[in-house]
């Protein structure tokens, strides 16, 4: 116990120690301490434990009345009474946590501890319930996975086969003799656990991957750190593009030593460094080690500018200017800064204009980019050279950074004139003069762009289309020219006017056959695609709800929804049950999923209330929650189902999908296919091949969600169009941000850009809203053109049943009483964008607010369709 006078005055201070219970025995504190201002004192008091009941914690107060005013401070602990069973458990956990400083694996002898000292409670009872039982072996197997994954040096053997001999033991002796076999071994396993978090290195190479030309060098450090408690020697064997290198190294712990190596690779190609740091002495039990590597690309160019292109090539003399841009590929394949040096020379070699541009060259394929706007007003005509230079930080040339391309400066115009014939006799004649004039260069003007009708039609049925005539003056605006102009819209069932004829009864009618019809579409190939979401992804780190890092309390059932993070998700009813999950960092997101039968659950950060979390939603639906700007630390964020639920929800169900964890590094740029881990994926998608899409192949879900983590200020999604697609939302940082329309009869490419996120890093989720929706590919950062997610309405605006804009009983569909229903089935494939929304519940209303003149609402009407005011 340490006293200390936070006062501005020296003092004596009386110091209470409370037994934490009736008949406990409790040391007498040194009373009074006289303290000076900032001074402290520590003492150890004992106490002894007399009685008591067994699993429950008892409070240990200890108080120091302030000498002059009317103020006890106090501090207290509670001390948890468990078995001669359970509590070798939860002493190998505090071993443990202070020995290595790994709570998770703490965390994991903990909850054993809790359920071997239930567990042999009621074995003391007479009973030894069945349900604790299998609680015990579930907590034993999840301690064993952990430390299998966090310390494979150890052995846990000894744990798996007596939680083993458990789980198949039945009887209060028999039970009894396997609760005591297990509590012993798993004693032991803490102690082995401790006996190599000792010795236990780390190992990292710094960079982590890097370029060099065939015949240079390149220079990589191996930093080895002793992240034990002890001074340990450790073999180093690292393998390189030359050979193999050994080193051994002694260090304190908590020392760090840089081993380097200069690497001159033999061969063009990706080369793989790999080093494996080994604890080594008599005292070190089991393989005490860690593993790092590196990449380094040799290649024979760094870059390569495959074009420059001055836009326009050409101009006129007087007035006008040229865009330069370049095409580059970046062979190294490493994001790269340089400065972009462009000169244009005119034909006698002397520079015209120069300009540095610095650019970021991205890694993947071939990109374009934009550098100077050249003004070449009052430039002489002739043939000018445009030459752009790759330059490095000190302004050198980047190994093959170099490009050039000509550009012309004259008229465009030209005229010749011709006489025939040329010679002629004295007399009257006839001659003909021709004046030509041509385009004496390729044109520049560019080509005629549609314009574009005022409303883009969706689901029109032939024969029923609008024919719009405009009229200038009138009082609508059209988004096409946005000149005023009025619309007359009449239904036109064909071009021409037509009668309706009736056949003759008496007169005989032709015999129609039917002739087989050739498929005109082959049969597409599926491939079912099962999502491993639980992997670490450059900076960031997806773990399922059924992880190892997850810790649960009490019984949680796994459903299957392809909705849901991986295909599947964890849920619990009853009040009371509990999930964690330990991290370190400053930035956590908890994915959750919501159902038309979800209940409520108060939200924990590091022990401290975060609110009541409710997960009621209509439809099953995929959120998440994140925290960031948290200290860097480890924390431990939580859930407690509550039992209850709002009275829209049929059930209290509490839904657990995944969590990320992220090290606050960017994320590299690029473009990444749908197959590629930055895309993590739910249950329901499907690959399809097509020589159209992005990488030759797409993939496709009618209720999948998909998850693409970007950093910066903007992304590029790619999907495809297909003759049964419906609409796809897009989410991003879990705000709606629009809803794309990805029908059409053939299947293609479609591109949308967004940007203006800000700095740092966002998530994109792409969710299929009605039909199918597709992803092929995200680019980090986007490029225009820019998608508009919330254009202004049109001069004619149809707001489908699930847009935003109508309100159910007052609120959006998403979250609304269950008593409305989203229609997709068979029958609406005859409403608008296939579905409808209905309900048979008198006093439901449905209401949207609108600006205008005009409004038409459509209804989807069938043999079980009600009245409506």
């Known amino acids: 116990m340490t006293l200390t006078n936070v006062g501005n005055a020296p003092g004596s201070f009386d110091v209470l120690a409370e037994s934490p219970a009736p008949g406990w025995t409790v040391s007498s504190p040194t009373s009074p301490v006289a303290l000076n201002p900032g001074q402290s004192s520590t003492q150890t008091l004992n106490f002894s434990v007399t009685t008591g009941q067994r699993n429950v914690d008892y409070p240990f107060a200890i108080s120091s009345p302030a000498p002059t005013v009317a103020y006890t401070p106090t501090t207290a602990m509670l001390v948890y009474l468990a078995g001669p069973l359970s509590a070798p458990v939860y002493e190998a956990g505090a071993q443990v946590l202070a020995c290595s400083d790994d709570s998770a694996i703490a965390a994991a002898f903990s909850s054993l501890g809790g359920g071997a000292s239930e567990l042999e409670a009621s074995c003391d009872g007479g009973t030894c319930s069945t349900a604790l039982r299998d609680s015990t072996v579930s907590a034993a197997n999840t301690l064993v996975t952990l430390v299998n994954a966090n310390w494979p040096a150890v052995s846990t053997a000894a744990v798996a086969a007596d939680a083993s001999a458990l789980a198949s033991a039945s ?27 000792e010795h236990q290195p780390a190992a990292q190479f710094t960079p982590s991957i890097d370029a060099v030309l065939l015949g240079d060098s390149a220079t990589y450090t191996l930093t080895v750190t002793n992240e034990g408690s002890v001074a340990t020697t450790y073999a180093v064997t690292t393998t390189l593009p030359t050979g193999p290198d050994y080193d051994s190294l002694s260090l304190d712990p908590g020392e760090s030593q840089p081993v380097v190596y200069n690497v001159t690779p033999p061969a063009l190609g990706f080369q793989l460094l790999e080093a494996t740091v080994a604890a080594t002495g008599p005292d070190v039990v089991g393989v005490v080690s860690d593993q790092a590597s590196a990449g380094l690309n040799v290649v024979n160019q760094f870059v390569q500018i495959t074009s420059v292109t001055p836009d326009p090539p050409f101009v006129e003399t007087g007035v006008s200017s040229t865009t330069v841009s370049i095409n580059v590929a970046n062979v190294a394949n490493l994001r790269r800064e340089v400065t972009a040096r462009t000169t244009v020379l005119n034909s006698g070699g002397g520079t015209a204009f120069t300009g540095d541009t610095p650019l970021t060259v991205q890694p993947g ?78 044109t520049i003007l560019p080509d005629e762009q549609p314009a574009l009708p005022p409303m883009e039609p969706r689901n029109v049925n032939a024969g029923e289309q609008w024919a719009v005539t405009t009229e200038t003056g009138g009082e609508a605006v059209s988004i096409t020219d946005q000149q005023p102009t009025s619309f007359d819209l009449t239904r036109r069932p064909a071009d021409e006017d037509f009668d309706v004829v009736t056949p003759d009864p008496e007169e005989p009618t032709e015999e129609l056959t039917q002739e087989p019809v050739e498929a005109v579409l082959e049969e597409e190939q599926l491939e079912e695609i099962t999502p491993e979401n639980a992997r670490q992804v450059d900076a960031l780190t997806r773990e399922e709800q059924n992880g190892a890092g997850f810790i649960y309390g009490g019984t949680w059932n796994n459903i299957s929804n392809n909705r849901a993070s991986g295909g599947n998700y964890y849920r619990a009813q009853a009040a009371g049950r509990t999930v964690s999950y330990d991290f370190g960092g400053t930035w956590v997101t908890l994915g959750l999923l919501g159902t038309s039968i979800s209940g409520e659950a108060e939200l924990f950060l590091d022990g401290a209330s975060q609110g009541v979390i409710d997960l009621y939603r209509r439809e099953d639906t995929s959120f998440a929650l994140t925290f960031d700007g948290l200290i860097s630390a480890t924390h431990t964020i939580s859930l407690t189902v509550l039992g209850t639920a709002n009275p829209k929800s049929g059930d209290e169900w509490v839904g657990v999908d995944y969590v990320d964890t992220w090290d606050g590094a960017a994320l590299p740029d690029g473009t990444f296919e749908q197959t590629d881990p930055r895309v993590l994926l739910s249950g329901g998608w499907v690959n399809i091949n097509d020589a159209n899409a992005s990488g030759g192949s797409y993939y496709r879900s009618n209720s999948g969600n998909a998850w693409f983590y970007f950093s910066g200020d903007s992304f590029t999604y790619n999907a495809m169009t297909r003759n049964d697609g419906r609409t796809v939302r897009l989410y991003v940082d879990e705000l709606y941000l629009t809803e794309l329309e990805l029908f059409d009869w053939s299947a293609t490419p479609r591109t949308y850009s967004f940007q203006g996120f800000g700095p740092g890093l966002h998530v994109v989720r792409v969710s299929s809203q009605n039909g199918y929706g597709t992803v092929d590919a995200f680019t980090q950062p986007g490029s225009p053109p820019w998608t508009d997610p919330s254009p202004p309405p049109a001069s004619f605006q149809r707001y489908e049943a699930d847009s935003p804009e109508w309100l159910y009983n007052s609120e959006p569909y998403t979250i609304t009483t269950r008593s409305w229903t989203r229609e997709t089935n068979a029958t609406s494939r005859n409403a608008s964008d296939a579905e409808s929304i209905w309900s048979n519940t008198a006093s439901d209303s449905a209401a949207i607010t609108f600006d205008g003149s005009w409004a038409a609402v459509g209804f989807m009407g069938d043999s079980d369709g009600g009245n409506v005011e």
């Not at 990109?367 to 002739?382: D, F, I, K, P």
């Not at 004139?417 to 041509?438: K, L, Q, R, Y």
């Open 171 to 197: 009887g209060t002796a028999a039970i009894s003799a396997a609760l005591q076999d297990l509590s012993d071994s798993a004693a032991a396993l803490g102690v082995a656990v401790c006996q190599s978090a």
């Open 365 to 442: 394929a071939p990109q374009s980019y934009s550098l100077q706007t050249v003004n070449t007003s009052g430039w002489a005509s002739g043939v000018y050279t445009v030459e752009v230079e790759l330059l490095d930080a000190s302004l050198a040339l980047v190994p093959d950074g170099y490009g050039f391309a000509p550009f012309g400066v004259g008229q465009a115009l030209g005229a010749s004139h011709s006489v025939n014939p040329v010679v002629v006799a004295p007399g009257d004649v006839t001659v003909t003069t021709v004046i030509t004039t041509e385009i004496l260069v390729d």
